[in-house]
Structure formats: C-alpha cells, structure tokens
C-alpha cells in the first residue's frame, strides 16, 4: 500500500518507474513483528530515489482505487497460500497461542477480514490505514539504512534531510504478555500434508 502515491509523488508507478529507469528495483518482506523495505539504485541516482521512497513514510495517499486493488492483491495471495503446507503449519503454530497474544491472530489478511467483516460493522478499512500509519511509522521505532558511496559523514549531510520529516508519534514498541497457551500443551497435533496425502507429520 505504501508505494502506491504519495502527496508529493502521486502517481502510483513514480516509485518503480525511477528504479528501472536507472538500473534499480524493490521489494518488501512483512514477519511477525516487523517489515523490511528496501530499494537498489545506481548510485548517482540514490538521492532521487531516496526522496520517493521517504514519502512513503511521510505523506502516502492510500487512495480509494488503490486501497481495492490492493485488497484484491492480498486475497489472491491468500488464497495461494492455503495450498502451501509451510503456510498451512505457520497458521496452526498460531491457533495454538495464546488468543490474548497478537501472535495468534490471523496475519496476512483476505477479503473476509479486509472487506466483509470490516463493512458489517461499519469500519472504514481506508481511514483505519491511515489510522496505523499514523500511529505505528513512527520514527523513534524505526531504522533507516543508507548504503551508497562516500564517507558516512557525506552520507549524513547529503540524504538526512530527505527523511526529517518523518512522522514522529512519540509510539513506544509493544510488549505483551506470553504467547504461550497452557491450554493446548502437552498435546500432539497429526498433520497430513496436501503434497503428500500419506506423508504424516506431528506438531507439538
């Protein structure tokens, strides 16, 4: 979502286009407790591509237009996923954590849980984005890493000012009580894979 538009760069391909303009490319990769963006440019180009990335954390649009297909995006991804055992076993690794610990709830999201729960009860997905984002990019829980020719003091005077004006919400990180759910100890849970029906796994 985030790298479709900004106020500053409102078109929602500038991002990408600038990249491969100039020998780079992007990608993301979402865990249970953090997301990582990253970029590669040609380094004469570094600057540029900074600044546009930097808006993603400052001013992103999440329009309406872009918010659907996104969701659409995530549904299909989902629905991919529910034939892999690796993600089959990570969503059983879930259930059996404490419903008090976010760990245990439902993480990657499809239209059930991003459309059709939220609209029977009346919550707006957009403003609920925003919402996040406003609350949790936060700069003081966040690390930005440059990588990029010249000495670290060039670093700092050149790109540092392309980032001051990340959000700063003053967030703290979360900390929660144990994930461990002593209801489903001392249990051992057989698996049959998709891959291989009379291949039996166990999980403990």
């Keep these: 979502m985030l790298f479709l538009g900004t106020e500053k760069y409102p078109e929602e391909n500038e991002y990408n286009k600038f990249l491969s303009a100039h020998g780079g490319y992007s990608n993301a990769s979402t865990s249970s407790d953090h997301t990582t963006y990253y970029f590669d440019v040609l380094p004469e180009h570094l600057a540029g591509a900074l600044d ?25 991804e989902h629905e991919k996923n529910t034939c892999l055992d690796a993600w089959r076993l990570d969503q059983l690794n879930k259930s059996t954590a404490s419903p008090d610990h976010p760990y245990h709830k439902f993480g990657t999201g499809n239209r059930e849980t991003l459309e059709t729960i939220p609209k029977s009860k009346g919550i707006d997905v957009r403003k609920e984005l925003l919402k996040f984002h406003q609350e949790w990019y936060s700069s003081n829980i966040m690390t930005l890493v440059v990588l990029g020719k010249g000495t670290l003091h060039y670093r700092v005077t050149a790109y540092t000012h392309l980032c001051s004006n990340y959000i700063y919400a003053r967030t703290h990180a979360c900390t929660h009580a144990s994930r461990t759910n002593t209801n489903t100890h001392n249990r051992i849970i057989k698996i049959s894979e998709l891959k291989r029906p009379n291949n039996r796994g166990s999980y403990t």
């Design 52 to 76: 546009i990335f930097a808006q993603f954390f400052i001013s992103p649009l999440f329009t309406e237009s872009a918010t659907g297909r996104e969701l659409s995006a995530v549904n299909s």
